[in-house]
């Protein structure tokens, strides 16, 4: 049962690093502000939350009461705090990217 | 599985550092903004990560405050840039 429990832990601490990862990385590659915000907005919040379920699976008692508090916090607040964003990206006529630049098969789009 | 945290731990260190250059080199202010929540969500789980490799859960407290924080944060802040005032 301890053993099912740490190979678990490890699962998630792995899964929670990427996914960060990928939402960090988000910020960097994506054409524009609306896009940089979708990919954050999914990623650190998911992420956060295999961690947290990964302490979850560690701790003792008052462990699992904060950790449990802090996930739905989380997915409660990540879709607000992010539609605030945009609508303030939208009010300040922040430019939308196109997709128009030519790709190798030669169309647009 | 210790090992795997240490590893774990300096690598969300190098991820905030990432997300630290991000906010100095934003291109508009709401990435800006962006890239400061970003922040602050890697530093949540860092502390919820350090949290269950020292088996202490009160470092999970701050984790919750700074959540509660950042949140009021990036709200406050797109309220104001986007229509001028935080209320109303």
């Not at chain 2, 240490?6 to 080199?25: F, I, K, Q």
Request: charged residues 15%.
């Amino acid at each position: 049962m301890d053993a099912v429990l740490s190979v678990a832990a490890v699962i998630l601490v792995v899964l929670g690093l990427l996914v960060l990862t990928i939402a960090v990385l988000g910020i960097y590659r994506m054409p524009d502000v609306y896009m940089e915000i979708q990919a954050t907005a999914k990623g650190a919040a998911l992420g956060i939350v295999a961690l947290a379920l990964a302490a979850l699976l560690l701790g003792d008692g008052p462990t699992i009461a904060r950790a449990i508090l802090i996930v739905v916090f989380l997915l409660i607040t990540a879709p607000l705090s992010s539609h605030a964003l945009v609508r303030a990206a939208y009010r300040d006529d922040e430019p939308m990217y196109r997709g128009d630049e030519e790709d190798a098969s030669g169309s647009s789009g | 599985m210790d090992t795997l945290i240490d590893v774990a731990l300096v690598w969300l260190v190098v991820l905030l550092g990432v997300c630290a250059v991000r906010v100095v080199s934003a291109r508009s202010t709401v990435s800006r903004i962006l890239a400061l929540e970003t922040l602050v969500l890697v530093l949540i789980g860092l502390l919820v990560l350090f949290s269950a490799s020292r088996n202490v859960s009160y470092f999970l407290d701050a984790a919750f405050m700074l959540a509660i924080l950042g949140f009021v944060a990036t709200l406050a802040a797109a309220r104001w840039w986007g229509r001028g005032r935080v209320f109303g």
